[in-house]
């Protein structure tokens, strides 16, 4: 069964740009949901996404914004990139009931220059 | 807020030994408990998981042992070996509507087990 794909792997943006990233869930999980690494922060949930609907979210500003699609399939976008959105970014993936274990993908490593 | 803890930042072990790392909690709503193992830029790997309503899991050489009035676990593995040398991740998550897909990490425990 094929775990959590996520690209891109690496990205290099400017500040001020936009960047998306895409993330397919395992097999039938309907759940996936998005984290943020950096070593100050450590790990931080951003939002979740169940059968196209935002369920959950953090505490994040709004350049951050998602959405999921019919087939499981979810993209997260960072608009007018700063400096501090330079991180680890981790999809996870769930069936999508309290309780489920959450996989995580390999993640898309963001630097903003 | 740091709702979940992980106080040790690092525990060096001979390998065949035992290593045991530490979590603690302070949000009594959290009812599913996880660890994960992650290597640098990689993503966390599930290891082990145990509900509220249980106080030991095991899974090979893993055991996870939750004790609820003093909202603390731990994470045993037996025997230690050179491949688990990684950063180990405790996380929390609760019922309900806040809580899906949310897991609260810890600040992440670096193992070494030494040949």
């Known amino acids: 069964k094929a775990g959590v794909t996520q690209t891109p792997r690496y990205l290099i943006k400017t500040r001020g740009q936009q960047v998306t990233l895409s993330c397919s869930p395992i097999s039938g999980h309907r759940s996936v949901s998005w984290y943020q690494q950096t070593p100050g922060q450590g790990l931080q949930f951003l939002f979740e996404y169940f059968s196209e609907t935002q369920r959950n979210k953090g505490n994040f500003p709004g350049r951050f914004s998602g959405r999921q699609f019919s087939n499981s399939r979810s993209e997260m976008n960072v608009s007018t990139l700063e400096l501090g959105d330079s991180a680890l970014y981790l999809c996870a993936s769930s069936p999508g009931a309290s309780g489920n274990t959450i996989y995580f993908g390999e993640g898309s490593w963001l630097t903003v220059v | 807020d740091q709702q979940v803890k992980q106080n040790s930042p690092s525990l060096s072990v001979q390998e065949g030994r035992i290593s045991i790392l530490n979590c603690d909690y302070t949000?009594?709503?959290?009812?599913?408990f996880l660890w994960y193992k992650k290597y640098p830029a990689e993503g966390p790997t599930f290891l082990i998981s145990?509900?509220?309503?249980?106080d030991k899991n095991e899974d090979g050489r893993f055991t996870v042992f939750l004790n609820k009035s003093a909202k603390h676990l731990s994470l045993h593995i037996v025997p230690s070996q050179p491949g688990d040398s990684a950063v180990y991740f405790c996380a929390a998550s609760g019922v309900g509507g806040t809580s899906y897909g949310k897991l609260t990490f810890g600040q992440g425990t670096i193992l070494t087990v030494h040949p």
């Open positions: 949000n009594s709503m959290f009812d599913y």
């Open positions: 145990i509900s509220s309503i249980k």
